[in-house]
């Protein structure tokens, strides 16, 4: 099973709503019901997604008072590798940061 990556995510910032372009490898799905984007764990479903990009709208049930955001790529079981910050900087752990506003 391939592991999705995170190579980067455009804006670094943003709102409820607003969109996310997630760049990324190996992001496969058999359906596109399978895909998920996970931002600190609040759950939303891709507007776009093919395995190199992901646009993803940051979900209404993220609670986040400033600070960073981790978005995780899922698909039939697979987990996002380590990605990178929007900014260039590797992430810390399996996910990639953005930071809320």
Request: charged share 25%; with cysteine.
């Amino acid at each position: 099973m391939v592991q999705p990556g995170i190579e980067s995510i455009v804006p670094n910032a943003g709102v409820e709503g607003g969109e996310v372009i997630i760049t990324c490898r190996d992001f496969v799905f058999s359906t596109y019901d399978d895909a998920r984007v996970l931002f600190s764990g609040a759950e939303t479903r891709p507007i776009s997604a093919s395995s190199t990009r992901v646009i993803a709208p940051v979900p209404s049930n993220l609670f986040v008072d400033g600070g960073e955001v981790y978005v995780t790529l899922e698909s039939n079981g697979s987990v996002s590798d380590r990605g990178r910050e929007a900014g260039g900087e590797p992430a810390s752990g399996s996910e990639s940061r953005i930071r809320s506003r």
